[in-house]
Each structure stands twice: as structure tokens, then as C-alpha cells.
């Protein structure tokens, strides 16, 4: 029976290894606190993160990494984008054989804005992992816990190494497609956050499905822009990693970032917000990091701009939507987005 080392015990770390446990694997999921890693092993819950869910006995927490990594065959990595630089480097003093490394997290690295497939990158050297695979997809922890269909992607510029991972994950609830753009794929699982903090802004405003429904598609409009320009396959962001994250993002209480905007709506303080949300919100670090990405490649982003204003400037959120509302006059589709669409369509 072959063995995955899953770093990260949040929710969807627990939720992916539950997966993995069901397709016949041996799960190490690894806590950097202790004390919730010997509840995983000796109680099979995860109350903090996944109250009332039983989990296999194939799912053995651990506190310690090496015993994670030790004899697995890939690692699946669920941390925060800001602490996976520091794991990837205690990895690479740990492992001693090639491993194959995919990644589930929707986040941008603060400070370098990287992806997290170029941060494996730099920290792994090439001698220490066969490939690297990106999951990404519309799909809620909770959810996946309790066994509903889910649909995901698995994108690798490896072919090969992304349909291994379509493997180990597909099965009767959770349906994995392959994709090779490993850019849009990331870049739309990133983003999405960011507009999602928007949505649960709108909500808490009190504004009805029109403004989130504007919101959502223009959303997608920006993303699209920013991950084109990064040398994204545009048709990606109509996918599961696009429109399919975007909208189970922005519309579930189960987002936590959906919740955290809806809390900045009803005129809670950022600090307070992330005080009470006691997990990651990984839109608001996002959110520095695409604002930052659009000056410097001077991609026009108004949403984007907007909630970074309101996250980080003190502006009030119904001023942030009066602003977008009020801009200049537009054509919905630019000049350049006529050309995109040409040369999609000349390659069908």
C-alpha cells in the first residue's frame, strides 16, 4: 500500500487526505502543533477544522515531518502560501530521494508575488522531485469531508505526473480532470479569493444578486487580464480553476473568505476579521500581491484595486462600490479580448 504525506491539517489538508484514504492510501497528515496531530491519530477527528467528521484509520496525524516523508511516494502540500517556503526548505534537508510534489494551495507568496509551483521550484532542487502538480478546483472542505461530488483539476506542464495525481484522487465523488496550463490553473485559484471578498463585502452591504452576479463576471474579466498576461491559456479561466472556483467561492457561507468580506460589509475592522475567523484568509494577503501585479505589468484592475483600498487603505466599502460604479464609460469586450477570442477560436 503506497504512502502520501500530506503537510498541512486545516480543512482542506484533512479533507484531501479523507480522499486519499478512501482510494487505498496511506495518509501522514502532518501538524506543526502536536497536540491536534495526536487527536488526528488517536481519536480520527479534526474538531477545529472538521467538526463531526470520523476519520480513517488510513489518516495518521503526526507532529513530526520526518516521520511524514519518510517512505511516501509524493507529498501533497496544504499550508499557507506564506509558511511554504520555510516547509519546502525542511523538506529538502529531509528527503534523500525524488518525490513527486503536487500542491492544493489557492495563494499567492507575500512579498516575491511567485506562484507556489515557482517557489518548489526554487526551493527543491531538481534532483528531489520527479514533477510538480497543482489541485485546484470549486470544492469546499466540508463538503468533500461528507463525501459530496466534488470536481477538481490537476495541472502539470508534466503530463505524465498529472494524470499519476488525476489517479490517486479520482473516484466515485471526487472527479479530477487533467490540464496542462499550470499557470492559469494557479493564478485562478488565487485570485478568486480576492473576489470572493468582494462578494461577502456586497453581502454585508445589504446589496441583493445583481451586484454580486456584476461583481463575479467583471471578477473573472480581471483574472483573466492579469493571468493571460502571465502566459495563462485563456480558456482556462472559463474552467473549474475560473468560473467554477469563482462561483462556489463567492456564493457558500462556507468560504471563509466570503465571511471575511461579509464582515468588512457589516463595518467590522480587518484586524477583528481575521481574530475571529481563526483560520487563513488567503484573499487578503492575495489581494496585496495582485494589486502589486497590475501596476507592474499595467493591467487595469478596479475590483482588485477597490478591495485592496478597503483591506488596507481604511476606505469605507460602500465608497469602494460607488467608485466602481461610477467609472469612466466601457466597452464590455476591449479590443484586445477580440483579438483573444480569434485566437482561441483559430485553435479549435
Known sequence: MKKIAV??????????????????FTVSLWSHR????????????????????????????TGSLREALSQASAV?????????????????????QPMLF?????????????RMSEVIEEEVPASLRTAIVV??????????????????????????????????FFNHYFRVYTNEDTVGVEIGGALKNIIALGAGLLDGLGYGDNAKAALITRGLAEISRLGTKMGAH???????????????????????????GNLLGKGE????????????VEGVRTAEAAYALAKKMNIEMPITTAIYQVLF??????????????????????????????????EQ
Not at 77 to 95: C, E, T
Request: net charge negative; proline share 4%; hydrophobic share 40%.
Open 7 to 24: 503537510l498541512g491539517a486545516g480543512s482542506w489538508g484533512t479533507a484531501l487526505s479523507m480522499v486519499l484514504a478512501d482510494n487505498g
Open 34 to 61: 502536536q497536540e491536534q496531530a495526536d487527536k488526528i491519530l488517536n481519536e480520527h477527528t479534526n474538531q477545529k477544522y472538521l467538526p463531526g467528521v470520523v476519520l480513517s484509520d488510513l489518516v495518521q496525524g
Open 76 to 96: 501533497l502540500l496544504v499550508v499557507p502560501a506564506k509558511a511554504m517556503r520555510d516547509v519546502l526548505r525542511q523538506i529538502r534537508s529531509i528527503i534523500e
Open 102 to 114: 503536487i500542491h492544493g494551495v489557492k495563494g499567492i507568496e507575500p512579498g516575491s508575488f511567485k
Open 135 to 168: 489541485l485546484s478546483g470549486p470544492s469546499h472542505a466540508e463538503e468533500v469531508a461528507l463525501r459530496h461530488p466534488t470536481t477538481v483539476a490537476v495541472a502539470s506542464s508534466d503530463f505524465n505526473a498529472a494524470q499519476q495525481a488525476q489517479d490517486f
Open 234 to 260: 485563456p480558456l482556462t479561466f472559463i474552467g473549474l480553476t475560473g468560473m467554477g472556483d469563482l462561483i462556489v467561492t463567492c456564493t457558500s457561507v462556507h468560504s471563509r473568505n466570503w465571511r471575511a
Open 269 to 280: 475592522k480587518l484586524d477583528s476579521v481575521l481574530q475571529q475567523m481563526g483560520m487563513v
Open 313 to 346: 487603505d481604511g476606505k469605507h466599502p460602500k465608497d469602494a462600490v460607488d467608485e466602481l460604479m461610477n467609472r469612466d464609460k466601457k466597452d464590455e469586450i476591449a479590443p484586445l479580448s477580440h483579438s483573444l477570442a480569434e485566437k482561441i477560436a483559430r
